[in-house]
DNA sequence: GTCTATATCTCGATAGAC
DNA sequence: GTCTATCGAGATATAGAC
């Protein structure tokens, strides 16, 4: 990717979180990213083609950062804490992007994703949660249910810990606090 | 609220939850609404005010309707599991509807929306779970945090259970069965 | 690849008759 | 209150020079 095309998304991403797909339109982004409409549109065939390449821009950085932090080293338990405190790390240090994520869940644009990346995103923490089904350390229950469980916890804990009243130096306990009531509700 | 106002939000709803308040014209709703352009404006001064009725009607509706389901006669554990349980066949009854909570959630109307009426919706949750606390019947965390807890994993179940693939006739099994783990979790 | 200039279109909102 | 007709603004996207 080279610079301009950086730029735009970096553009895009702000302007798109304060004021929405609507109220944003690409000569702003343009403007904001230092290129001529022009350019953007020679990067991007369209505007919805570059709401989709942000958002999965982004969900390859979440991906990656998750990879590198959570080893396979580690016990099973280990490794989903890692994952739980490390998702609501990149989410509260990544603030624009993971709100990003969310709207553009709840819109329209998500119908252009196809069911196969939908289902790529969640198969590592499938994974993970099966494991530790098998290894009878979880709940038997469906793997999908424990993974909802999961990340609407860390959905949740993010909209608590990110509310601007909220000492960021208690986040840290916070979140150990919480993934300790989680485990106790899926382990076995 | 006359007629042809019901008529207008019902298209509005519809429209906006298939196409995104972006993809939605005025001249779409009222069409769809059998009404006039004109007479849309008539009713709301601007687009964003529609929007904005629109959010307060469907959140005046779920609010009514889980007052309606959950009594005062019943014990603290029982109030809970009725605000859960019917918090998510409302939303499983009311699916558009849910959905536009949640759109509006993660756009910037949500700004327009008062703090203190933002406050007044979840008011009557954190007073329940506050009785918990002050009984002993729940852990001594934050109100708040509880709130979080609770409503991040209603929200979660309810994608869970309205996936098209997920068979109805399971629902209330998994919804029993969430509450249970729930309630495993913050009781004291 | 990047720019300027602009075509084409659609939208939100208004005016005014009935 | 409801309609028809329309305006002005601003949007996406393209054309073509450099």
Redesign the pocket.
Known sequence: M???EKQILTAALQLFVAYGFHG?????IAAQA??????L???Y????ELVIALYNDIKGELSAYLSAQVGGQDSLETRLKKSFIHSLYWALDNQEKFYYIQQFHFSPHLAKISPEVIAGQSRVHLQLLQEGIEAELLKPLPVELLFTLVSSQVYGLYQYLSAPAFPIDQRQAVIEEAFALLWGMIKK
Chains 1, 2 share one sequence.
């Open positions: 080279v610079e301009k944003t339109p690409t000569s702003k230092g290129v001529s409409n022009g350019t549109f020679h990067y065939k369209t505007k919805e």
